[in-house]
């Protein structure tokens, strides 16, 4: 018998064990969803699996309504809603209650360390009082010629390339999402640690090379022993759960490679930052400069740890850069698809481009960037359309009452706006669904129309998220710190290739599908075997 049979029969041991546990105070039994669930690995096989990142919510939300259940590895019930009122109780009114699942929090710990996205409870909140001062406005406003300078960087590799390949009037392939994770890492690497990358001009480091194409070479088709098998992490004590790390398989030992990679780097950058201060030279103003400063400044019960502090370079370059690199390759994607819409922004940039001559400015302000309303509202579209992170799933440790805004038909046909939640109940919310909801987006909310921002009433409603209406960031006091950050990178990035290049689709046949792979990522379909990708025709604006 192999190692992984034994874990399986140690997991199935742990289960009849442990079963009682299982059971909350309150079934929800009786609200609708899928059946023919197997008792073993439940629906989530199927919904790992799925060819496109949300076929099942959409599907089962046209079915079943905002609010449905779904089965857990071992005969449980997980919840998932998409309704706004019930999404905003979980993040913002009743964020207590419901805290991230301990399957969340260790894949954090095996893939950034005990850092921001790992931290709950008063660590969290120690964590984030320290980070805040590196993420204000006037902080992200001083990164503008930093996004501004790879965007710049990027557009002179792309020329170069084209011109080496001799250009036709159609354009040159470019596997462009490569091209959007290498000037992303480059951009945080020097606006986050003042540190070089060189993503950009190939010369790529241990830390990238570590990063790269992690989580679909970890996370995509999970086997049923390992959905499983972290259902039950929450019955083995965490100083054994740790060792968990060390489990021979493929996703275990990238998790244990790449963090190794980036915690050495990580170490070398603290004690570079701290000597800096012990030398008074405090003129760096990058995130982590920021960060270790702040830390120094506070009384020594809140500071954090040189684990914590080393955790948060593996937290801002793997939640900081992929999900930035997602965003870019779905607009360029859309835009590709969507050629008016594409040559109207580039109207609005020459425009803008215009106005900055007159002025005599050298190049676009935070402000200016954030003027263009057509590139504003690509931006925001993607963002609902394509959200790089798809579910946020949360576990009551505490009995609740969840409220509707839409009455769900139980079981037994009687309608209700409330469900009773008991301590131990695993509730997913569905930002996928979410934002695609017609009552709230419109008639056309399964399509890409960014003139929804531009001519539509969505922001002035809006009651949701972060920014814009949208939950692509989350809200609360778990919302994405680097919100802003990520969306005045994309835009800096955003303007200057549109401005210089045409895109239009690679090859017509290729069908771009969105795998789940932690994060949202664009594949082609059939060549699934190839990794990531996103091919486009790029022709240098004349």
Same mark, same amino acid.
């Given at each position: 018998?192999?190692?992984?049979?034994? &874990? =399986?029969?140690?997991?199935?041991?742990?289960?009849?064990?442990?079963?009682?546990?299982?059971?909350?105070?309150?079934?929800?039994?009786?609200? +609708?969803?899928?059946?023919?669930?197997?008792?073993?690995?439940?629906?989530?096989?199927?919904? !790992?699996?799925?060819?496109?990142?949300?076929?099942?919510?959409?599907?089962?939300?046209?079915?079943?309504?905002?609010?449905?259940?779904?089965?857990?590895?071992?005969?449980?019930?997980?919840?998932?809603?998409?309704?706004?009122? !019930?999404?905003?109780?979980?993040?913002?009114?009743?964020?207590?209650?419901?805290?991230?699942?301990?399957?969340?929090?260790?894949?954090?710990?095996?893939?950034?360390?005990?850092?921001?996205?790992?931290?709950?409870?008063?660590?969290?909140?120690?964590?984030?009082?320290?980070?805040?001062?590196?993420?204000?406005?006037?902080?992200?406003?001083?990164?503008?010629?930093?996004?501004?300078?790879?965007? $710049?960087?990027?557009?002179?590799?792309?020329?170069?390339?084209?011109?080496?390949?001799? $250009?036709?009037?159609?354009?040159?392939?470019?596997?462009?999402?490569?091209?959007?994770?290498?000037?992303?890492?480059?951009?945080?690497?020097?606006?986050?640690?003042?540190?070089?990358?060189?993503?950009?001009?190939?010369?790529?480091?241990?830390?990238?090379?570590?990063?790269?194409?992690?989580?679909?070479?970890?996370?995509?088709?999970?086997?049923?022993?390992?959905?499983?098998?972290?259902?039950?992490?929450?019955?083995?004590?965490? +100083?054994?759960?740790?060792?968990?790390?060390?489990?021979?398989?493929?996703?275990?030992?990238?998790?244990?490679?790449?963090?190794?990679?980036?915690?050495?780097?990580?170490?070398?950058?603290?004690?570079?930052?701290?000597?800096?201060?012990?030398?008074?030279?405090?003129?760096?103003?990058?995130?982590?400069?920021?960060?270790?400063?702040?830390?120094?400044?506070?009384?020594?019960?809140?500071?954090?740890?040189?684990?914590?502090?080393?955790?948060?370079?593996?937290?801002?370059? =793997?939640?900081?850069?992929?999900?930035?690199?997602?965003?870019?390759?779905?607009?360029?994607?859309?835009?590709? #698809?969507?050629?008016?819409?594409?040559?109207?922004?580039?109207?609005?940039?020459?425009?803008?481009?215009?106005?900055?001559?007159?002025?005599?400015?050298?190049?676009?302000?935070?402000?200016?960037?954030?003027?263009?309303?057509?590139?504003?509202?690509?931006?925001?579209?993607?963002?609902?359309?394509?959200?790089?992170?798809?579910?946020?799933?949360?576990?009551?440790?505490?009995?609740?009452?969840?409220? &509707?805004?839409?009455?769900?038909?139980?079981?037994?046909?009687?309608?209700?706006?409330?469900?009773?939640?008991?301590?131990?109940?695993?509730?997913?919310?569905?930002? #996928?669904?979410?934002?695609?909801?017609?009552?709230?987006?419109?008639?056309?909310?399964?399509?890409?129309?960014? &003139?929804?921002?531009?001519?539509?009433?969505?922001?002035?409603?809006?009651?949701?998220?972060?920014?814009?209406?949208?939950?692509?960031?989350?809200?609360?006091?778990?919302? #994405?710190?680097?919100?802003?950050?990520?969306?005045?990178?994309?835009?800096?990035?955003?303007?200057? =290739?549109?401005?210089?290049?045409?895109?239009?689709?690679?090859?017509?046949?290729?069908?771009?599908?969105?795998? +789940?792979?932690?994060?949202?990522?664009?594949?082609?379909?059939?060549?699934?075997?190839?990794?990531?990708?996103?091919?486009?025709?790029?022709?240098?604006?004349?």
């Amino acid at each position: 018998m192999d190692s992984l049979s034994y &874990l =399986l029969l140690f997991a199935l041991g742990v289960a009849v064990l442990f079963w009682r546990r299982h059971a909350t105070r309150f079934s929800i039994s009786y609200i +609708p969803g899928p059946t023919g669930a197997s008792w073993l690995v439940g629906n989530m096989k199927e919904f !790992a699996y799925q060819l496109n990142v949300g076929d099942m919510d959409f599907a089962y939300a046209r079915q079943f309504g905002r609010t449905w259940r779904m089965r857990h590895p071992l005969g449980t019930d997980m919840l998932m809603t998409a309704d706004p009122k !019930a999404i905003h109780h979980v993040l913002q009114k009743a964020e207590h209650i419901y805290v991230k699942r301990l399957e969340s929090t260790e894949t954090a710990r095996m893939t950034m360390g005990k850092g921001l996205v790992w931290a709950s409870g008063e660590t969290h909140a120690r964590q984030r009082k320290i980070m805040n001062p590196a993420f204000t406005v006037g902080q992200i406003r001083s990164f503008v010629p930093i996004f501004r300078t790879g965007a $710049a960087k990027l557009t002179q590799k792309w020329r170069d390339e084209i011109s080496a390949k001799a $250009a036709s009037a159609e354009g040159v392939a470019l596997t462009v999402n490569r091209w959007f994770s290498r000037v992303t890492i480059d951009i945080l690497g020097e606006t986050a640690f003042d540190y070089n990358f060189g993503a950009l001009d190939n010369t790529e480091n241990e830390v990238t090379a570590a990063f790269h194409t992690m989580f679909s070479d970890s996370t995509l088709h999970p086997p049923a022993w390992d959905l499983i098998f972290k259902r039950l992490w929450s019955y083995i004590p965490q +100083p054994i759960l740790e060792f968990m790390d060390y489990i021979p398989t493929r996703e275990y030992n990238r998790f244990r490679r790449t963090l190794r990679v980036v915690n050495g780097v990580s170490k070398q950058l603290v004690e570079e930052k701290k000597a800096a201060l012990l030398t008074e030279s405090r003129s760096s103003r990058d995130i982590f400069s920021v960060l270790v400063q702040a830390n120094v400044s506070q009384d020594p019960k809140g500071r954090l740890t040189d684990e914590e502090l080393v955790a948060q370079m593996a937290t801002l370059v =793997l939640a900081g850069h992929i999900t930035t690199a997602t965003t870019l390759t779905f607009l360029f994607h859309e835009l590709s #698809c969507h050629q008016e819409y594409q040559h109207k922004m580039r109207e609005e940039i020459v425009q803008a481009r215009a106005r900055l001559r007159e002025r005599g400015a050298e190049d676009f302000s935070m402000e200016e960037l954030e003027g263009m309303p057509l590139v504003s509202a690509a931006v925001k579209e993607t963002l609902r359309y394509h959200p790089p992170v798809y579910h946020i799933f949360r576990n009551a440790i505490a009995d609740d009452v969840l409220p &509707l805004e839409t009455p769900i038909k139980s079981a037994s046909g009687e309608y209700t706006s409330e469900i009773p939640i008991g301590a131990g109940q695993h509730v997913v919310l569905s930002v #996928c669904t979410y934002q695609r909801l017609p009552e709230i987006w419109g008639e056309d909310a399964d399509q890409w129309n960014p &003139l929804r921002f531009v001519e539509g009433n969505i922001e002035k409603e809006s009651k949701m998220g972060l920014y814009a209406n949208l939950m692509a960031f989350a809200e609360g006091n778990r919302g #994405c710190i680097g919100w802003r950050f990520t969306i005045l990178e994309t835009m800096a990035i955003v303007v200057d =290739l549109v401005e210089n290049f045409k895109f239009d689709v690679g090859d017509e046949k290729d069908e771009i599908i969105r795998r +789940p792979t932690g994060f949202m990522s664009a594949w082609v379909r059939g060549r699934e075997r190839e990794g990531p990708q996103l091919v486009l025709k790029v022709t240098p604006v004349a």
